[in-house]
């Protein structure tokens, strides 16, 4: 059975704000992830926190997504960004630790 998506502040906007090609290759290796496997190209960001993982997507321009699975209930989006240079950018980072905590806080408040 597929695990269900959530998204996690404004990752589902940032996603849609991608070009059409990059969106639907996002969609499918999100599906993956749903579906318990790996997505095609992918890497651990354990700067952003543990189990986090980022979806490398390759196209006209580079697209990143910060994911975590390791709930039963869901898999989490927490960042879908353009990535500019060969660095992940400081920002997108701490945004990505700062919806991890407040995922994190929100799981506890409720008990998960």
Known sequence: MAKDLAWV??????LRAFPAEARREAGHQLHLVQLGLEPDDWRPMPSVGPGVV????????????????????????????EKKSQKTAQRDIDLGQQRFKGLQQWRREEGL
């Open 54 to 81: 980022e979806i490398r997507i390759h196209d006209e321009t580079e697209h990143r997504l910060f994911y975590v699975a390791n709930y039963a209930a869901a898999a989490y989006v927490l960042h879908a960004f």
């Open 9 to 14: 502040g404004r990752s589902l906007e940032d």
